[in-house]
């Protein structure tokens, strides 16, 4: 490439102009032939010079900026770098721009609007001539020369040099390597229950009492569940709602090596775990079904993270008559566990606080995380009938999830679908949970609906423009073998409109398993959140302390002493001391005895 091409030139002195040397033209190398650049004749120095840089081309790079997102969008990403100090003459050719940062697109950006094209050296327009972008890096969640090691497990994301954790560490961890764990398990020595336990002598209360040692049934550590069953169940009663974040279930072993010839791994497969505000599991959501395993693979300790909020946590497997599991499966189901842990954030105590442990804002200004979309105002695009309208999905029913049941939201087919719901105010949202139209027929491959919400999305926006908002959500990993009829999503952000859309666009290959074309037949979506964050800066979420309640948290309103005869972080329970009072003061007051 000729660099000098038709750039700017200066001679000491013109009988024929300094531009005349790089105009391209070289046929006539005569002085007359117009061609050439001539300077007068001197005595003294004579000087020819080309401007490399002051060009136009070098004016259309000023005030450039990167992003780097998850989205198309360069606002829902993060600034990268933004030019400010570059003039013509020393702007490079190439740039170098470090930018230690997760994301998908990275994103060039420039604009002349407003009185940018009027600033020295920059262009009238805004252009782009890019000749290469190389984007270097690590794949998400590894690090280092060949970016073979991998980042802290905690960790959201790390240094590319390093591993140290850039981003956040997971619900309660916290280090420079996401090391430290600040929770308790709140499932410890908490009542609980067991269908068809083995023995008498083998109690469901053996797996929260803290002990894991000893994995042999003999240990008197351990439970087990008859044989022959179909359907198993344990649960434990966490005695209030509670912000689940974490679950670790301990597998019996019998201390036996833990492999394939170790016939509890089999027994251990595809159970679930749903968490529940009754002892139904049906009633709750379903945060962990275990689907990736086999016999080779399964280990003993499964840990897995559950974000949800509840009272119940129940742990089921089941290998029911007619249906066709692996071939991996134990034949009955079974539960052989040791100790099952819930992990969360503890309630503040009197006297006792503890900042590394802070619960989400919402989970912590109300006794429960409230239903924001309960019966708010939706809209469908193409509702098949005003039976079916979007209001359906926010009516609080889902006991029959039948087209026919006046208890979902129908969508007519179509290449796009939008459904969202109006929150009336912008609300610090924490989670959603999306209950599909199955039309009570057993969920699997078989059922049709698996089809239509693969590659769903779900956006959170001040507006019912979805591109407006934030991408919350985009399906990209489920198959019709793997979708739940229901879905739980983490969703951490401001907004007053919650967007669910999908499409089935012409002209686009979609994957295996897809429908071909898009439905929005939703039979329930509830939004929890509360309390805009923080709580304590806003005065929306200034209320009085519970009613029995002497001294509470003016950030949170959980009690930090309640007045004698109550207990509970809402001073809520009452408690029995009147045999107290009785014996104290039983000359004066003997009839508070009942």
């Given at each position: 490439?000729?660099?000098?091409?038709e750039?700017?030139?200066?001679?000491?002195?013109?009988?024929y102009?300094s531009?005349?040397?790089?105009?391209?033209l070289?046929?006539?190398?005569?002085?007359?032939?117009?061609?050439c650049?001539?300077?007068?004749?001197?005595?003294?120095?004579?000087?020819w010079?080309?401007?490399l840089?002051n060009?136009?081309?070098?004016?259309?790079?000023?005030?450039?900026?990167?992003?780097?997102?998850?989205?198309?969008?360069?606002e829902?990403g993060?600034l990268?770098?933004?030019?400010?100090?570059?003039?013509?003459?020393?702007?490079?050719?190439?740039?170098?721009?470090?930018c230690?940062?997760?994301?998908r697109?990275?994103?060039?950006?420039n604009?002349?609007?407003?009185?940018?094209?009027t600033?020295?050296?920059?262009?009238?327009k805004?252009?782009?001539?890019?000749c290469?972008?190389?984007v270097?890096?690590?794949?998400?969640?590894?690090?280092?020369?060949?970016?073979?090691?991998?980042c802290?497990?905690?960790?959201?994301?790390?240094?590319?040099?390093?591993?140290?954790?850039?981003?956040?560490?997971?619900?309660?961890?916290?280090?420079?390597?996401?090391?430290?764990y600040?929770?308790?398990n709140?499932?410890?020595?908490?009542?609980?229950?067991?269908?068809?336990?083995?023995?008498?002598g083998?109690?469901?209360s053996?797996?929260?009492?803290?002990?894991?040692?000893?994995?042999?049934?003999l240990?008197?550590q351990c439970?087990s569940?008859?044989d022959?069953?179909?359907?198993?169940?344990?649960?434990?009663?966490?005695?209030?709602?509670?912000?689940?974040?974490?679950?670790?279930?301990?597998?019996?072993?019998?201390?036996?090596?833990?492999?394939?010839n170790?016939?509890?791994?089999?027994?251990l497969?595809?159970?679930s775990?749903?968490v529940?505000?009754?002892?139904?599991?049906?009633?709750?959501?379903?945060?962990y079904?275990?689907?990736?395993?086999n016999?080779?693979?399964?280990p003993s300790t499964?840990?897995?993270?559950?974000s949800?909020v509840?009272r119940?946590?129940?742990?089921y497997n089941?290998?029911?008559p007619?249906?066709?599991?692996?071939?991996?499966?134990?034949q009955?189901?079974?539960v052989?566990?040791c100790?099952?842990?819930?992990?969360?954030?503890?309630?503040?105590?009197?006297?006792?606080?503890?900042?590394?442990c802070?619960?989400?804002?919402?989970a912590?200004c109300?006794?429960?995380?409230?239903?924001?979309?309960?019966?708010?105002q939706t809209?469908?695009?193409?509702?098949?009938?005003?039976?079916?309208?979007?209001?359906?999905?926010v009516?609080?029913?889902?006991t029959?999830r039948?087209?026919?049941?006046?208890?979902c939201?129908?969508?007519?087919p179509?290449?796009?679908?939008?459904?969202?719901?109006?929150?009336?105010?912008?609300h610090?949202?924490?989670?959603?949970v999306?209950?599909?139209?199955?039309?009570?027929?057993?969920w699997?491959?078989?059922n049709?609906?698996?089809?239509?919400?693969?590659?769903?999305?779900?956006?959170i926006?001040?507006?019912?423009?979805?591109l407006?908002g934030?991408?919350c959500?985009?399906?990209?990993?489920?198959?019709?073998?793997?979708?739940?009829?229901h879905?739980?999503?983490?969703?951490?952000y401001?907004?007053?409109?919650?967007?669910?859309?999908n499409?089935?666009?012409?002209?686009?290959?979609?994957?295996?398993g897809?429908?071909?074309?898009?439905?929005g037949?939703?039979?329930e979506v509830?939004?929890?959140?509360g309390?805009?964050s923080?709580?304590?800066k806003n005065?929306?979420?200034?209320?009085?302390?519970p009613w029995?309640c002497?001294?509470?948290y003016?950030?949170?309103?959980?009690c930090?002493k309640?007045?004698?005869?109550?207990r509970?972080?809402?001073?809520?329970?009452?408690?029995?001391?009147?045999?107290?009072?009785?014996?104290t003061?039983?000359?004066?007051?003997?009839?508070?005895?009942?």
């Amino acid at each position: 490439m000729n660099l000098a091409c038709e750039k700017h030139t200066w001679q000491t002195s013109e009988k024929y102009p300094s531009s005349k040397a790089v105009d391209g033209l070289c046929g006539n190398l005569s002085e007359s032939g117009g061609q050439c650049a001539v300077s007068l004749e001197s005595n003294a120095d004579v000087t020819w010079l080309v401007d490399l840089a002051n060009s136009d081309l070098a004016g259309t790079f000023l005030g450039f900026s990167v992003y780097v997102s998850n989205t198309t969008v360069k606002e829902d990403g993060y600034l990268c770098y933004h030019d400010t100090t570059y003039t013509p003459s020393t702007i490079p050719s190439s740039l170098t721009i470090e930018c230690t940062m997760p994301g998908r697109y990275v994103i060039y950006f420039n604009t002349r609007e407003g009185n940018l094209s009027t600033k020295p050296g920059y262009s009238t327009k805004a252009q782009i001539n890019l000749c290469e972008v190389e984007v270097y890096g690590c794949p998400l969640g590894f690090y280092g020369v060949h970016c073979s090691k991998t980042c802290p497990v905690n960790c959201h994301h790390c240094s590319i040099v390093s591993g140290e954790c850039l981003g956040d560490c997971r619900l309660g961890f916290s280090g420079q390597f996401c090391d430290n764990y600040e929770r308790i398990n709140m499932a410890l020595h908490r009542p609980t229950f067991q269908l068809h336990t083995l023995f008498d002598g083998q109690p469901s209360s053996r797996l929260v009492d803290g002990k894991k040692s000893d994995l042999n049934i003999l240990s008197s550590q351990c439970t087990s569940t008859q044989d022959g069953q179909s359907f198993v169940m344990w649960r434990v009663d966490l005695e209030n709602y509670r912000r689940i974040e974490r679950i670790v279930i301990y597998s019996r072993t019998d201390n036996k090596k833990w492999d394939v010839n170790n016939g509890f791994t089999r027994r251990l497969l595809g159970f679930s775990v749903a968490v529940s505000n009754t002892t139904d599991y049906n009633h709750g959501v379903i945060c962990y079904h275990e689907r990736k395993y086999n016999k080779y693979t399964i280990p003993s300790t499964v840990d897995f993270f559950c974000s949800a909020v509840g009272r119940y946590v129940i742990f089921y497997n089941e290998r029911r008559p007619g249906i066709s599991y692996p071939e991996d499966y134990s034949q009955y189901a079974f539960v052989d566990l040791c100790e099952i842990e819930v992990y969360g954030c503890p309630i503040p105590q009197y006297g006792f606080e503890q900042p590394a442990c802070t619960l989400p804002c919402a989970a912590l200004c109300k006794y429960d995380m409230e239903n924001l979309s309960y019966r708010k105002q939706t809209w469908l695009s193409s509702p098949f009938s005003p039976f079916m309208a979007g209001g359906k999905a926010v009516d609080g029913r889902y006991t029959s999830r039948h087209y026919s049941s006046g208890q979902c939201a129908i969508s007519k087919p179509s290449t796009q679908i939008t459904w969202w719901v109006n929150l009336e105010k912008i609300h610090r949202i924490e989670l959603v949970v999306i209950y599909f139209r199955t039309d009570n027929v057993q969920w699997g491959i078989n059922n049709g609906y698996t089809a239509v919400f693969l590659g769903f999305s779900l956006y959170i926006s001040n507006s019912t423009n979805r591109l407006d908002g934030i991408l919350c959500h985009h399906d990209t990993n489920y198959t019709r073998e793997t979708i739940p009829d229901h879905v739980t999503i983490d969703c951490p952000y401001h907004g007053q409109y919650v967007i669910f859309y999908n499409e089935r666009l012409p002209g686009v290959t979609y994957p295996s398993g897809y429908s071909n074309l898009a439905y929005g037949d939703l039979c329930e979506v509830e939004v929890y959140g509360g309390c805009p964050s923080p709580v304590g800066k806003n005065p929306q979420c200034s209320r009085p302390c519970p009613w029995n309640c002497e001294q509470c948290y003016r950030d949170t309103g959980l009690c930090a002493k309640c007045w004698p005869g109550f207990r509970g972080h809402a001073c809520e329970l009452r408690k029995l001391i009147w045999h107290i009072i009785y014996t104290t003061f039983k000359i004066s007051y003997s009839f508070w005895a009942f």
